[in-house]
């Protein structure tokens, strides 16, 4: 069977037993600041497990992309070493959601392996938990599994998302490749599962039925889930009869691609790890960058730069100076487009940011190289023979080299490297970024207290595009991580009600503000959020009165406002639609911030957008404002938006039925927003500002409505208040500001010459006034009417006349003064007099400082008086300062 023949016999083998197929994904988790990609199949469905969403389904299948870039499991040093290391693959899982348990599990999979796929089957087992005895009766039962083939482990088979929370046994089947596949045949040890190589795990069937609290005591759960996961190419490559994951047609494809840009064969040996970590990487970053994550220095763009960077290191040893990877993300996407298609229309776009990222690189690594030398060269002078573990480790975060490239190049220069150091070093790194990004994403602890309020409450009934007030009743009302019986004047307090009105933040959008109010109380919204999917909180000021839960209010929001909201994200819409009509296919949204008269829009894009190209997109948005379109909005499933056109938001999670908004012929999205009903009640979009946030990342900044037509009506104000003060028209106000500016030009140059006239008519004179010290002349004054431009000139003048000498000059200002030092060649080296010294001293009567080199030095000081005392002493500092 093919690699693509696997994947759709594991889908349509589900599909039969009643599973929704659901797409995959992104590697970005969707409101998951815990996780910096999506590592496993069940990520999208934590919410369920959590007790915080819900699916219109009950069974669903599926094939993940998933990145695994650190940890126990896949270390990324290990990524081209050996068979089953990546940093990017694909898992296979199929899942059940309160509806079928460890039973049906079992029975699925071992007639899927055994009967669909002809594993035979004297060649599995399986592995259960210690304690459950449930599992074994059951493979027993619906399998022809013997009793002898079925093993039991503690910790190896208990699955838990975290310390608390959903958890439960789960069963493993493993594959006996055979006695060959030991690794260890001389030594003593029993060959079984988890216990030798030999034995390959396939498939984890994992019986969610507990939750571990606080305290570490397992309660049941009232419905019981199963999460299965499968990685793919470990099971191609057992169907498929070969002993590692390269040597099936998901790489061998790419390998042949590596080997033809290189020109260098592969090798199924150690030979052959550069073209393996090519083609692996090749995979990861294509995917990665095409689900929004660009290559940046933190977070998951840092991560994705080092993948990056790493794979032009190993291309660097099959001999390529130049960059040549993304040449790979057509072949890719062949592979790969038709199980996640999302990914083709961003083809060029993925391409042209790793190739850039590339050229970058290549010239930081030239730095690298040379910064290693150096290094290795101070060792050498020092006789010492390792390179320490951290400095190998700078090489690696700053540079990208991975430690076996600095071990072998230490290792040509007759050095060996403190791999236990480097190691630490590591760990030290991981332990900060970890520690950084729990900072800035949350752990999430503070939401258990909303993730309660919904197992007992349910979802909150948003009423707010209909309706922009309701009558609701009080179901929670929290303060800190705490549910309190009532709240007062004065307090600050989070209000969950059974419905609302209240927009919460999300997509971009801010949250609905506005009033609650009951017949004891008053409360000011200042702000909505949705801590839980589904989940609306109303952040709260009690006004007066006093509120207690099961209380009727009335639930109202600033309408006004949010009307101004909806101006902006329909003209955020707009703004998508011209920008990609502008600058191509590839553009994508990778953030966005909707507020009233102002919106902000971050979109890949790989150049600064120029004025002209920005005129064409605003004068595109604002005939699109005139035309009035109609806005439609639609629900309908997932697919069948995606089949419509929809464009998809950065960082979004979409349900199984998704909103469309629809503007005109030429946008349309999935969205959740508030919007206008046609796009003439915007008025006018006006873009103020186009900036880069990351490589690869470009933000507009535009005001809207009401907003942008005050802006224009200011800059239109400021343009004709400018205009009557240069005495002339609005349109030639330009031309006159550049003859302005022209004029003053050349009006500088003049007084400047004429200064420079005036200090050099003064040579003369200084020379003249100079004392002798020694035989040599030292010019010592204060010009007047001179920068320290000019101070420097005339120093530069005084030496070349003087021949021999020491000059110090000054020039006061009103609340400053300038020095300048310079000392003739000849006296550096036979007195050893040096203007920087000078300088120091000088300044330093006048409450000032200096310094510099020996032939010349500057300074300066904010106490103008003092100057003709600090230039009087120059001759006796420069007498003291000689050497014999």
């Not at 880069?692 to 037509?709: D, F, K, N, P, Q």
């Not at 040096?834 to 032939?855: H, N």
Request: proline share 3%; charged share 25%; hydrophobic share 35%.
């Amino acid at each position: 069977m093919t690699s693509n023949e696997i994947r759709s016999s594991f889908l349509e083998y589900f599909r039969k037993q009643g599973h929704t197929i659901v797409p995959s994904a992104s590697v970005v988790p969707a409101e998951d600041p815990t996780l910096m990609f999506t590592n496993a199949g069940m990520n999208q469905f934590k919410d369920v497990f959590l007790g915080m969403g819900q699916r219109e389904y009950k069974r669903a299948v599926d094939t993940q992309k998933c990145i695994r870039v650190s940890g126990k499991h896949n270390d990324l040093e290990e990524v081209g070493y050996d068979a089953h290391h990546h940093t990017f693959f694909e898992m296979l899982g199929n899942w059940s959601f309160g509806d079928y348990y460890k039973r049906e599990a079992i029975a699925y999979a071992w007639e899927l392996v055994t009967e669909i796929w002809k594993v035979p089957k004297d060649r599995l087992w399986a592995t259960i938990h210690l304690d459950d005895d449930e599992a074994e009766a059951l493979w027993i039962e619906e399998t022809d599994l013997p009793a002898a083939r079925i093993r039991r482990f503690d910790k190896d088979n208990f699955w838990e998302m975290g310390d608390t929370g959903p958890c439960g046994p789960c069963s493993e089947i493993f594959i006996d490749l055979g006695p060959e596949a030991c690794v260890t045949p001389n030594q003593p040890h029993e060959c079984g599962p988890n216990t030798c190589d030999r034995y390959r795990e396939f498939w984890n069937l994992v019986f969610i039925q507990y939750n571990r609290d606080a305290d570490g005591t397992l309660h049941p759960l009232p419905e019981k889930h199963v999460d299965t996961g499968m990685g793919f190419e470990r099971m191609v490559a057992i169907l498929q009869g070969v002993d590692s994951d390269y040597k099936t047609d998901v790489f061998s494809p790419l390998l042949d691609a590596v080997a033809n840009i290189t020109n260098q064969p592969y090798v199924d040996n150690h030979r052959g790890v550069p073209h393996r970590v090519i083609a692996d990487h090749a995979r990861c970053l294509t995917f990665a960058i095409g689900d929004g994550v660009m290559p940046s220095n933190e977070g998951r763009g840092y991560v994705i730069r080092r993948i990056l960077r790493r794979a032009v290191l190993y291309g660097k040893k099959l001999g390529m100076d130049a960059p040549f990877i993304y040449h790979l993300v057509d072949k890719v996407t062949e592979l790969l487009g038709d199980a996640f298609p999302d990914v083709l229309p961003r083809r060029e776009f993925i391409k042209q940011t790793i190739q850039g990222e590339e050229g970058r690189f290549h010239h930081t690594l030239d730095r690298g190289l040379q910064r290693l030398e150096d290094v290795l060269e101070s060792l050498g002078t020092q006789n010492q023979s390792v390179l320490r573990g951290e400095r190998a480790f700078e090489l690696y975060d700053t540079f990208g080299f991975p430690l076996d490239l600095t071990q072998i190049l230490a290792r040509e220069h007759g050095f060996s490297v403190d791999e236990e150091g480097f190691n630490k070093s590591m760990t030290q790194q991981r332990e900060r970024s970890r520690a950084a990004w729990e900072a800035a994403g949350g752990s999430g602890k503070g939401d258990e207290v909303y993730a309660d309020v919904f197992k007992e409450s349910g979802k909150t009934e948003f009423l707010g595009y209909e309706h922009v007030s309701t009558e609701a009743e009080t179901i929670a009302l929290i303060q800190g991580d705490e549910l309190v019986s009532s709240v007062h004047k004065g307090d600050e307090v989070s209000v969950i009600l059974n419905r609302t009105p209240f927009y919460g933040e999300s997509g971009g959008q801010v949250g609905d503000v506005g009033m609650l109010e009951s017949s004891n109380a008053k409360l000011e919204v200042i702000d909505t959020i949705k801590p839980v999917p589904d989940l609306y909180v109303h952040k709260c000021k009690v006004i007066e009165g006093e509120l207690t839960p099961q209380t009727t209010v009335e639930a109202k929001i600033d309408a006004a406002r949010r009307s101004q909201i909806a101006v902006s994200h329909t003209a955020t819409h707009i703004l998508h639609s011209a920008l990609r009509a502008a600058l191509g296919s590839h553009v994508g949204q990778a953030g966005s911030l909707v507020e009233a008269g102002r919106l902000r829009f971050d979109f890949t894009h790989y150049e600064a957008v120029s004025a002209a190209l920005l005129g064409e997109i605003e004068s595109f948005m604002n005939d699109k404002v005139r035309l009035n379109s109609d806005i439609q909005i639609d629900s309908m499933p997932l697919q069948q938006a995606k089949e419509r056109g929809a464009l998809a938001f950065f960082g979004d999670k979409y349900g199984d039925i998704v909103r469309v908004v629809q503007t005109g012929d030429y946008s349309v999205e999935l969205c959740g927003g508030t919007h206008l009903r046609a796009t003439g009640e915007i008025g006018l979009i006006k873009i103020i500002s186009e900036s880069s946030i990351a490589a690869g990342v470009r933000r507009i900044e535009a005001l809207t409505g009401a907003a942008a037509y005050q802006e224009t009506r200011a800059q239109d104000d400021t343009l004709l208040a400018l205009a009557n003060l240069l005495k002339t028209q609005k349109h030639l106000t330009p031309e006159r500001v550049e003859k302005l500016l022209q004029d003053n030009r050349e009006l500088g140059r003049y007084i400047q010459a004429l200064q420079e006239k005036l200090a050099t008519s003064q040579v003369v004179g200084l020379i003249q006034d100079a004392e002798v010290v020694d035989g040599f002349r030292v010019v010592a004054s204060t010009i007047e009417n001179t920068d320290r431009n000019g101070l420097r000139r005339l120093v530069d003048e005084l030496k070349n006349r003087i021949e021999s000498g020491v000059i110090v000059l000054a020039s006061e200002g009103e609340d400053e003064a300038a020095f300048i030092a310079g000392v003739t060649a000849d006296l550096v080296k036979s007195k050893g007099l040096q203007a920087g010294k000078i300088i120091q001293e000088v300044t330093r009567l006048a409450d000032g400082r200096g310094g510099g080199r020996p032939e010349l030095a500057q300074g300066g000081s904010k106490n103008p008086g003092k100057v003709k005392g600090a230039i009087e002493a120059v001759v006796k500092i420069v007498a003291d300062q000689q050497e014999g």
